[in-house]
């Protein structure tokens, strides 16, 4: 092989190597820009928002949990939806009285706060609005993470600094705060079949006593007023 | 030149590569070995028989290497495996084995080979490496298994006594289950590690007049108990803890109300266990004038207490009678290990807004029990059997599953008809709004190999209802109202009926109520 022939396998291998990356420059990065492209087109439909009417499930001052029809605005994907509703729940129904309100009549007077009792966790958390609905936790009480699994499962975390322990309450309390939310978010987002709950990050046993919540719950209708 | 040679060079490295390559992979293949068991890189002589459902080890030569005695071979049936202190009893064609005192399923059942048994890979698992720790690592691709003894491990150890009505209880709790050993002789206690180290608590000084000292080694936990007191264990799960209970000998082996002796405990005596909620620093539902629920459910209980030892024999057990902080599932762990007839769980109620008002019964919800049970088999499958366990594996936990529902379902509906006698006789008794029977997933409830409800004896949180559960005629009538209604469930058929202390007449047949669920 004379080194001229030897300079013309090189220059080959050369043209070869370079015409590689180009085609990769081309291909790779060209497929990128199309991959990004589709993903925001997927982000757009999903940041799309459209008002849409929800049942959210308050607890009555009779002691279960009544429905107020609620157009909030949503977008297609599940997670935005659990958020959404959550939030509306915990923000409280329409129209909430202020604790200073005087009491709506028997069925919806307010809880007075107990005596020396200093701590949130026994005290009022709201007065009932006209429609005798309460909200279910202390405003401080904030929506955390929310996560849903692939079957249905959805993973709501509330958050409560500087509160280790969620609001002590009898039975039906419980369950007014509890269902508030799971009846809320199962009934209202298609892809929940059940849902877990957290305080602070953490599952527990219970919340207050009564309902176990270290397994995720199914929504309960008969806890709703016809 | 230099350059040219280079290249020259190069390029008959570039074609020889391939050529050597080809020339690697056109070899003779070496041939093939034959299955193969391995104990710390040494091969032991153990026949392997491949069969569809997995290999066959020959228990013998194992038995050998691992240590353990094998018996029973001149039946030629069944065999006995003594590991360490742990009887393992297996029979040929039998896919079900006995490993100390548990029933254990194989994928395959052993067969007869030469010279002894043919045992399944989890047999060996279960047995050897459940007792002594090994682990066997099956490798298909070479047909080897791999025998390597687990490294032990450091398991965390939590300690708590706790003194509750003359009863010492003593838990260690562990973060997983460990391999141990019980060594129970009079006035001691040993835990014994069998492969894993200790991480002790802190140590901090026992003050009970039960139990003298908790002491810790790396492989030891010892409880020193006074002279004259004895001890029951039992195991929890969810974590795993050991509990003790240690009480005086002369002293009946749980707690008895002050009257119960007068009745002849081997006669019909039922045992009733009463539940005052809440406690500690858990303090239920706060009434508007500040009354906590968890002082008035222990004035509730030790009243229905009094009364039940009073006009009824039956034995009562409370699972607090202090103001002390006890966790809901050993409320229930309390009732099981009296084993009591009846579990009565009594609770004040609260509701966000004043206006609910009335009392309510509880029993569990069917969801409860089933998911229960659906966590019952997921444990199963994580501790048990692995997912190639195969059809036995899965049939035991379909039996077990099978199981549990039926006790489910018994203690359901006798739940719910005490739920319903209780009820009645609360609205029979008192200007209460019915309320009704429901059902609901209540922890305390769970677990309860009895029938147990959980009482809701009025709304604290409304200011009238707060005013009368203030007022001990007004309690006295609830009271009162639950006596009667365990008279009416405990009441024997009418033939049986004996001479009991009569009870108050109650009016009319136990109503129906509106909230009344279906039957479970």
């Known amino acids: 092989m004379s080194r001229r022939a030897a300079g013309w396998v090189l220059a080959l291998a050369l043209v070869l190597v370079l015409g590689s990356l180009a085609w990769w420059w081309q291909s790779g990065r060209g497929g990128g820009r199309s991959g990004r492209r589709g993903a925001a087109a997927e982000e ?69 706060a107990p005596p020396g009792k200093g701590a949130p966790a026994a005290a009022p958390v709201a007065a009932p609005a006209a429609s005798g609905l309460v909200r279910p936790f202390s405003p401080e009480v904030k929506l955390g993470g929310v996560e849903l699994s692939a079957d249905g499962t959805a993973f709501v975390d509330l958050r409560w600094p500087d509160h280790d322990d969620p609001p002590e309450s009898g039975s039906t309390e419980e369950i007014q705060r509890v269902y508030s939310l799971v009846d809320s978010v199962a009934l209202n987002v298609p892809q929940v079949n059940r849902v877990v709950l957290l305080w602070n990050g953490t599952q527990r046993i219970t919340f207050a ?5 270290s397994r995720p719950l199914l929504p309960d209708r008969t806890l709703l007023a016809p | 030149m230099t350059e040219l040679h280079r290249l020259v060079s190069v390029a008959t490295l570039l074609l020889a590569l391939p050529l050597l390559l080809a020339a690697q992979i056109g070899r003779p293949e070496a041939p093939p070995r034959g299955p193969a068991v391995v104990l710390d890189g040494r091969e032991l002589p153990v026949a392997v028989t491949i069969t569809p459902a997995g290999p066959l080890f020959a228990l013998r030569p194992l038995v050998d290497s691992l240590g353990g005695q094998l018996g029973g071979e001149d039946t030629g049936e069944s065999y006995n495996l003594k590991i360490e202190a742990t009887e393992v009893v297996t029979g040929i064609g039998n896919a079900i084995i006995t490993v100390g005192e548990e029933i254990v399923s194989l994928s ?7 010279g002894g048994p043919l045992v399944p890979l989890d047999f060996l698992r279960k047995t050897y490496g459940a007792v002594s720790g090994y682990s066997f690592d099956w490798r298909p691709e070479d047909s080897r298994l791999v025998i390597s003894r687990r490294e032990s491990r450091e398991i965390k150890v939590l300690l708590d006594v706790v003194h509750l009505q003359g009863m010492t209880t003593v838990v260690l709790q562990f973060p997983e289950t460990p391999r141990y050993r019980l060594n129970q002789q009079p006035g001691v206690v040993e835990v014994q590690l069998l492969a894993d180290r200790l991480a002790p608590p802190v140590r901090k000084k026992v003050d009970d007049s039960l139990v003298q000292d908790v002491t810790f080694a790396p492989q030891l936990v010892r409880i020193q108990l006074v002279p004259d007191a004895e001890v029951e264990s039992y195991l929890l799960d969810n974590p795993f803890r050991l509990v003790f209970d240690v009480h005086r000998k002369s002293a009946a082996p749980v707690p008895i109300g002050p009257s119960a002796a007068t009745f002849d405990l081997r006669s019909n005596t039922r045992t009733i266990v009463i539940d005052p909620g809440h406690g500690g620093t858990e303090t239920g539902a706060i009434g508007p004038s500040g009354v906590a629920e968890k002082e008035l459910t222990l004035v509730l209980a030790r009243d229905l207490e009094a009364r039940l030892i009073q006009r009824l024999p039956v034995r009562v057990v409370l699972t607090r009678n202090d103001d002390a902080k006890l966790p809901l599932d050993n409320r229930t762990a309390i009732a099981n290990q009296n084993k009591a007839d009846l579990f009565i769980s009594l609770h ?42 195969g059809d036995a594996g899965q049939e035991n936990q379909d039996l077990q599953m099978l199981l549990w529902d039926l006790a489910q ?22 200007e209460l709004r019915d309320r009704g029977v429901k059902q609901a997933p209540f922890r305390v409830l769970m677990g309860a190999a009895m029938p147990a409800v959980l009482v809701e004896l009025g709304f604290i949180s409304n200011p009238d209802e ?15 109202a639950l006596v009667r209604a365990v008279g009416r469930y405990l009441e024997p058929p009418q033939a049986e009926r004996r001479s009991t202390p009569p009870l108050p007449p109650t009016q009319g047949a136990v109503r129906s109520n509106p909230g009344s669920p279906t039957p479970p």
Request: net charge negative.
């Open chain 2, 348 to 389: 004040l109620n609260s509701s966000l807004g004043s206006g609910a008002h009335g009392a309510e019964t509880y029993f569990l919800s069917s969801q409860a029990t089933d998911t229960r049970a659906e966590s019952a088999a997921a444990s199963e499958n994580v501790g048990g059997a692995p997912a190639a366990a």
């Open chain 2, 108 to 114: 395959q059942p052993p067969v007869r080979g030469q």
């Open chain 1, 209 to 213: 006593g009564h309902l176990d919540t």
């Open chain 1, 44 to 112: 757009a439909g999903a940041a799309a928002t459209e008002r849409h009417a929800f049942d959210l499930y308050f607890p009555s001052a009779g002691g279960g949990l009544r429905a107020e029809r609620r157009e909030l605005q949503v977008s297609e994907a599940p997670k935005d939806r659990i958020r959404k509703v959550l939030e509306a729940v915990l923000a409280g129904p329409a129209a909430t009285a202020t604790p200073g309100d005087p009491p709506a009549g028997k069925e919806g007077a307010a809880r007075p």
């Open chain 2, 466 to 480: 707060e005013a009368k559960l203030q007022n001990p005629a007004y309690r006295a009538n609830l009271v009162e």
């Open chain 2, 409 to 430: 379902t018994h203690h359901l509906a006798e739940s719910q008809r005490f739920a319903g006698l209780v009820q009645a006789e609360l609205n029979q008794a008192l």
